[in-house]
Nanobody, 121 residues
Framework: VQLQASGGGLVQPGGSLRLSCTALGRTDRSFATAWFRRAPGNEREFVGA????????YYADSVKGRVTISRDHANNTAYLQMSSLKPEDTGVYYCAVDPSYSGDSPSYAYWGQGTLVTVSS
């Protein structure tokens, strides 16, 4: 399974951004997609996840209410919609996919290349 992530960029505080993550290869509806991020000087942090078979979503407390994860089943693409962005949301965002939901653990089997999000005026 290969992941193609896109959508990062520079956004002003309070702005919005949508990241996408397309899974290519052999997948199954039991899979899950998770988003992680790594801010400069910090450890990798769980942002949220979605289960493919139920579209159930899970979010870290730090982003709850400002982030929505969704999935386009036809295109095998998951989205991370972020709003009311803050400078502390700056970092490299990674999508990850696993044959089963792994919660906030970074044990997901497949990882995208990371996309940089910079929140700055």
């Amino acid at each position: 399974v290969q992941l193609q992530a896109s959508g990062g960029g520079l956004v002003q505080p309070g702005g919005s951004l949508r990241l996408s993550c397309t899974a290519l290869g052999r997948t199954d509806r039991s899979f899950a997609t998770a988003w992680f991020r790594r801010a400069p000087g910090n450890e990798r942090e769980f942002v949220g996840a979605i289960k493919w078979n139920t579209d159930s979503t899970y979010y870290a407390d730090s982003v709850k209410g400002r982030v929505t994860i969704s999935r386009d089943h036809a295109n095998n693409t998951a989205y991370l919609q972020m709003s009311s962005l803050k400078p502390e949301d700056t970092g490299v965002y990674y999508c990850a996919v696993d044959p089963s939901y792994s919660g906030d653990s970074p044990s997901y089997a497949y990882w995208g290349q990371g996309t940089l999000v910079t929140v700055s005026s």
